[in-house]
């Protein structure tokens, strides 16, 4: 070892790298393990709690819609599509009397509640 590293940094004379880990591979595991663990207890019940509040704010958005829009449909689908006629987001169809769907409304990744006109519509 050259005498200008000793002068330099005193405090590694005499160091002599090991090749062993400092820390046992079981123990590295198990940090690993909890830490996945912790990370899927975090997110997952926000993801959960997500997915269900939009799920009923657009049943009932959706309900609103088909009654208003379309009295005569005998059900309602309200469901979330990637590859749908509207697009990516949660659609709005109506079931009518044969079994035939019509998209009533696009509701969008975050459906919110229904934005009906307050005054009487009249048909032309």
Known sequence: ??????????????????????RPR??????RVVAVVG???????????TV????????????AYVAFDTP???DFDARFE?????GIGWNCYAEAFGGGNVLIKSLGLIPGGARLPQVPVENE
């Open 1 to 22: 070892m050259p005498d200008d590293i000793e002068d330099e940094e005193p405090e590694l004379a005499g160091f002599e790298p090991v090749d062993q880990p400092l």
């Open 26 to 31: 079981y123990l590295t595991t198990a940090v």
């Open 39 to 49: 990370l899927v207890g975090l997110i997952l019940p926000g993801i959960l709690v």
């Open 52 to 63: 269900g509040t939009a799920n009923r704010t657009d049943s009932e958005t959706c309900a």
């Open 72 to 74: 005569e449909a005998v």
């Open 82 to 86: 990637l590859l749908g006629e509207a």
